[in-house]
């Protein structure tokens, strides 16, 4: 008699499947565990000999404006508190800066050089350790500008020393910079006043000659139209008194035709013979001028030898003196004198008042830059609390869910692979 047979449906197989297989599953949990127990051991060793790695950081804020007031007043240096900021922000950023401070503190990099040189040990450091953040205050809480120095560094290393000191350094480094700033703008002021102050002596100088040359022109000017004038003058007086001898030449003759000894009239030469009666007195009135020869030849010789014999006509022209008393006058100019006789001449200087009251502005301003801060470092550096890196927890954390993981795949893998070992082996019975 036959049995029946009984038939599973394909539902049924898979939830015995299932079962079979979460029971293999958990009959080789040991292997899980060994993997899990593995990998968590790793990490936690991981953790206790890796080199912890610590972050310290400063934080830097702009001064207040009346800290830079000393500064800003004097009228040739202006610079902002956020400005000061940004000049020791990128200042921190420089490799330059950071390569100068560790050339004069050497020791700070000391336990991690491992026999490389100072450069390359900071290049790796640059690259990698140093952070400079910028807090905008439109995308922060924060009311007001800030920057944020930091570094990681492994232990050994004195990372709170390398924030602050370098802080310090790179604000006195930029104060310094400030400081040579203003007094070569204040030199350079100085400098250019005083050529400010040649220039205008200079002008005065050319000013002063091209007067005293003006004045001496006109006057020699005056001198060569008097003495022209002069000379004109006497040439003048020397052909009137020839003229004057000339005509005494024509009188003389006339007289002695006429027989005319001593100064007569025409009327009184006409009654020459006629007898006269009693004393008389003659009145002629005439409106024509008496011929020269009526003055008879005694005087007319006398006054023809005494124009002859004269040296000089200049007494007889009034002008002569005064040409002579404005040549004189000419001789000596006083202001020209008084112009090359001025002693302290910088006094006559147009501006000078102005110019020496930059100078001394400019050569008595003092700012005391022992008391001047250009940023205000808010918050030092301070030790850590506990090392960034390794992260112990995350790493044994992340160890036991990856051995889970490892050994849950290899007990997958062989639950697969035995069924379908058993499963031929039924087949072959």
């Known amino acids: 008699m036959n049995s029946p047979i009984k038939i599973h449906s394909e539902s049924e197989l898979h939830e015995i499947d299932v079962a079979e297989f979460l029971l293999d599953v958990w009959r080789q949990r040991t292997i899980i565990l060994l993997f899990t127990g593995l990998t968590t051991a790793i990490a ?16 830097i804020r702009p001064v207040a404006t009346a800290d830079l007031d000393m500064l800003n007043e004097s009228g040739l240096y202006k610079i902002k508190p956020e400005e ?44 990698d350790a140093f952070t400079v953040e910028r807090i905008d205050p439109k995308k922060t809480p924060n009311l007001s500008e800030a920057i944020k120095f930091g570094i990681e560094y492994p232990s050994g290393v004195d990372g709170v020393s390398i924030v602050n000191n370098f802080t310090d350094f790179v604000v006195k480094r930029e104060k310094e910079k400030v400081e040579a700033d203003f007094k070569t703008l204040v030199e350079n002021r100085i400098a250019q006043t005083e050529r400010k102050l040649l220039s205008k002596k200079a002008a005065y100088e050319a000013e002063k000659d091209s007067q005293i040359a003006e004045l001496l022109e006109e006057d020699q000017l005056k001198k060569e139209t008097l003495q022209d004038e002069l000379k004109a003058l006497r040439q003048q007086l020397q052909t009137r008194r020839q003229n004057r001898v000339k005509q005494l030449d024509e009188a003389i003759s006339i007289a002695k035709n006429l027989g005319i000894v001593a100064p007569t009239t025409p009327s009184a030469l006409g009654e020459v013979g006629q007898t006269r009666q009693g004393n008389m007195i003659r009145t002629e009135v005439s409106n024509q001028k008496i011929p020269l020869y009526f003055m008879g030849q005694s005087a007319l010789v006398a006054e023809r030898a005494t124009l002859v014999s004269r040296n000089s006509d200049d007494f007889t022209e ?44 400019l050569k008595n301003l003092n700012v005391n830059f022992d008391q001047f801060n250009l940023v205000n470092i808010d918050r030092p550096a301070s030790p850590p609390q506990s090392p960034i890196k390794p992260k112990k927890a995350l790493i044994v954390g992340l160890g036991l869910i990856l051995g889970l993981m490892l050994g849950t795949m290899v007990v997958v893998v062989r639950t697969i692979m035995l069924p379908k070992k058993t499963t031929d082996k039924r087949t072959a019975d």
């Open 318 to 361: 009034p002008r002569v003196d005064e040409i002579q008393k404005e040549l004189s006058l000419l001789t000596n100019n006083r202001k020209v004198a008084l112009l090359k006789q001025r002693s302290n001449e910088e006094l006559f200087l147009k501006g000078l008042g102005e110019i020496r009251e930059e100078l001394a502005h």
């Open 84 to 127: 000061a900021l940004s000049r020791v922000g990128s200042s921190m950023g420089s490799y330059n800066e950071r390569l100068s401070f560790f050339q004069n503190n050497p020791n700070l990099l000391a336990p991690i050089q491992d026999g490389k040189s100072l450069e390359k040990t900071l290049e790796r450091l640059n690259t």
């Open 44 to 59: 936690v060793t991981y953790t206790l000999m890796a080199k912890p790695y610590y972050k310290v950081q400063n934080e």
